[in-house]
């Protein structure tokens, strides 16, 4: 069965410094993986995927993650945090061989970052 | 990307009730999806509203509670039925861009009361 884990429930950083969140996966077969961000009553927000090629992804208001398959893992990472990147982010994760389209959701890290 | 609303934004209704919440985007697109998220909960799929046939629901999930239309290509319904507290959620549907990533409407946070 696919699955997302998404190990800590929040990541506290302080601003300017480097952020990770984590995340780790679980499919058959070859994944997409996504990552989103929520902020207070709104919706999803798309960040970024990986489909193919290079492992380092980069995707919206400076946000990367990298792919390693070896470690089943997709971290989104950021050099330097903001204020405003606080937020819940969510991985996800599709599976290639599905033609369904459905997406598999992490449970979620809240990202507070402190000035 | 596609842009998507959602109607209503929120909703307070009383147990018994059914709400009918709306997706409309503003291209055509061939997968539409209804994903709940329950307070302080991941997402998770309801549906996938398929155009011109019965939508395709997740286990847990069945037609009599959440039917599912999607008449044309930009718009779609999803009805929570005889509604209990435990149905208060957020209730978002996305749509698959042809670049693999979903894009999701704001949302419509539904409160059963």
């Known amino acids: 069965a696919q699955s997302v884990a998404q190990p800590e429930d929040q990541v506290n950083v302080a601003e300017g410094n480097p952020l990770t969140v984590k995340c780790t996966y679980s499919?058959?077969?070859?994944?997409?993986l996504f990552w989103y961000v929520q902020y207070p009553n709104r919706g999803l927000q798309f960040l970024l995927k990986y489909i193919t090629g290079d492992n380092l992804v980069k995707g919206s208001y400076g946000f990367e993650a990298e792919f390693n398959k070896s470690q089943t893992s997709f971290h989104l990472k950021k050099p330097s945090a903001l204020v405003s990147d606080s937020a819940l982010y969510f991985c996800?994760?599709?599976?290639?061989?599905?033609?369904?389209?459905?997406?598999?959701f992490g449970q979620g890290t809240t990202l507070q970052v402190k000035p | 990307s596609a842009v998507i609303s959602q109607k209503p934004s929120r909703d307070i209704c009383q147990r018994g009730t059914s709400l009918t919440i709306q997706c409309q985007v503003d291209?055509?697109?061939?997968?539409m999806f209804w994903y709940r998220q329950q307070p302080g909960q991941s997402l998770t799929l309801i549906a996938t509203a398929n155009q011109g046939s019965e939508a395709t629901y997740e286990s847990g999930f069945v037609i009599d509670k959440f039917p599912i239309s999607r008449p044309n290509l930009t718009f779609s319904t999803l009805t929570v039925s005889n509604m209990s507290p435990e149905d208060s959620s957020i209730y978002l549907c996305?749509?698959?861009?042809?670049?693999?990533?979903?894009?999701f409407g704001p949302g419509t946070r539904l409160t059963v009361t």
């Open positions: 996305s749509v698959d861009d042809r670049g693999h990533e979903q894009y």
């Open positions: 996800a994760v599709r599976n290639l061989s599905s033609n369904t389209g459905k997406l598999i």
């Open positions: 499919v058959s077969g070859n994944p997409y």
């Open positions: 291209s055509q697109v061939t997968m």
